[in-house]
């Protein structure tokens, strides 16, 4: 399988513990998201990485929230003291940087963290 | 970034047409409209993409007027399976793939 892969798929934690995600994208792309998704709602945009570097994160991303991408290869998303509001699906997709069109991403099928 | 809206939900029966319509009135010069299907418990998958005009491909049409402020995915004879969320999205050529999903159309097809 050669699409984005995300682990774990499901992680349930108690509160106040740390967990963290790992996302590999797409081998040749050199763009990677993370986006938060609760029940009913549309994705929300958390960060992006171009190559390893980390071009821009959103405000919903606070201090207990970092993301990595070693290498400008796989990504990790960690989250401290985990808190009952951030039990929601976590998505990552990759892109390639395109000319001439809009970006098109492929997503994960996502890591569902429960905060207990 | 350009925030879209479109309706709710929508129910269909198979074998019907479905078009769902979208309103992007901040779009951009460098913006393009693309849409997204999503299954419960998947990541959303890419539907189809256009710039002006009329764009079709194997699973659907996209349709943009003129002054590209709105735009309508038509689904072709829909079947049960393709119960589920649409997102249209604006996504620039430049910025990567930051955009706002909004909380889509959730599309149900009856029997």
């Known amino acids: 399988d050669t699409g984005v892969s995300q682990n774990p798929r499901h992680k349930i934690t108690k509160r106040g513990q740390n967990v963290t995600f790992r996302c590999d994208p797409i081998?040749?792309?050199?763009?990677l998201y993370w986006y938060r998704q609760t029940l009913g709602q549309g994705p929300e945009f958390l960060t992006y990485?171009?190559?390893?570097?980390?071009?821009?994160k959103s405000r919903l991303l606070s201090d207990r929230f970092s993301a990595e991408r070693p290498k400008g290869s796989f990504s990790t998303l960690e989250i401290q003291r985990t808190e009952q509001g951030d039990s929601a699906m976590y998505l990552c997709a990759s892109s390639l940087r395109e000319r001439g069109r809009g970006t098109e991403a492929f997503f994960g099928q996502g890591t569902r963290l429960t905060v207990v | 970034l350009a925030k879209t809206t479109q309706p709710i939900s929508m129910d269909s029966y198979e074998g019907q047409e479905v078009n769902i319509t979208c309103s992007h009135n901040?779009?951009?010069?460098?913006?393009?409209i693309t849409w997204y299907q999503q299954f419960p418990s998947q990541g959303p998958r890419f539907i189809i993409q256009?710039?002006?005009t009329k764009v079709t491909n194997e699973v659907a049409s996209l349709f943009i007027p003129a002054d590209r402020k709105s735009s309508t995915l038509s689904l072709p004879r829909v079947s049960l399976s393709d119960t589920a969320v649409y997102y249209c999205l604006v996504v620039s050529n430049t910025g990567g793939f930051k955009t706002i999903f909004g909380a889509g159309t959730r599309l149900f097809v009856k029997a």
């Open positions: 990485f171009q190559n390893e570097a980390q071009l821009e």
């Open positions: 081998s040749e792309h050199n763009r």
């Open positions: 256009g710039y002006k």
């Open positions: 901040n779009i951009a010069t460098n913006d393009y």
